[in-house]
């Protein structure tokens, strides 16, 4: 069963500052979906960014960039001039893509804070 | 708007009573989820079903029920035999590599 690690259960980060959030993860598939998903107090889920593992080229979304390095089943999130909206829970999660297994599997978390 | 609805949104148990959660999604998914919160847990899968009239446990599924009766609906039945009820839960719905997730509903058990 593929497992998803999320080591640091706390983090913090000045305003405008960048701040890196890590996440492994345990598959012996080839070809899966990554996701980072942040959860603000009103506890809804909301996609940040998305990675498809056959692709090389890591994944941008504005402030939000993945570093994906698939031979180390790492994939770690980089937020950039960080804003105080950016605190959250952020989840990281594995899809497979095997028929019967789509449903995604959750690391258990990093709360992040950003100080003004 | 396509979305998904859980109701209610606080919810109190008493011990040894059943309660059944409300999921409903207007997105059009065939697959739909159930997963539970807690503090330094993450989300934890209790039970999915990818067609009506078919589901799967999850993880954690034991002192869980669900029904599939519908496309758009994925009742969750937290019974007795739940020792440790009192959780946030998360529904969630997806279509492919869409996902979409309801605002929750949190039981406590008084």
């Known amino acids: 069963a593929q497992t998803v690690t999320q080591s640091q259960p706390e983090m913090s980060v000045q305003e405008a500052e960048t701040v890196t959030l890590s996440c492994t993860y345990d598959?012996?598939?080839?070809?899966?979906?990554l996701f980072w998903y942040k959860q603000p107090p009103s506890r809804q889920m909301i996609l940040v960014i998305r990675?498809?593992?056959?692709?090389?080229q890591n994944a941008t979304e504005n402030r939000f960039s993945v570093n994906f390095q698939k031979a180390a089943k790492s994939f770690s999130l980089k937020i950039s001039d960080s804003q105080l909206g950016d605190a959250a829970m952020y989840f990281c999660a594995y899809r497979s893509l095997k028929g019967g297994s789509e449903k995604l599997v959750f690391g258990k978390g990093t709360k992040l804070t950003v100080n003004p | 708007d396509g979305g998904i609805t859980q109701s209610p949104k606080y919810l109190f148990r008493k011990e040894g009573q059943n309660v059944t959660l409300s999921c409903e999604q207007n997105l059009n998914h065939d697959a739909m989820y159930w997963y539970r919160q807690d503090p330094g847990q993450g989300l934890r899968l209790i039970y999915y079903s990818q067609i009506v009239n078919d589901f799967q446990k999850g993880d954690i599924a034991e002192g869980y029920s669900v029904s599939r009766e519908k496309k758009e609906s994925f009742p969750l039945t937290v019974t007795s035999a739940q020792k440790n009820p009192t959780a946030f839960y998360l529904c969630a719905s997806s279509l492919q590599e869409s996902w979409g997730f309801g605002s929750g509903t949190r039981l406590t058990v008084v």
């Open positions: 598959t012996s598939e080839s070809d899966y979906y």
């Open positions: 990675q498809e593992a056959y692709k090389q």
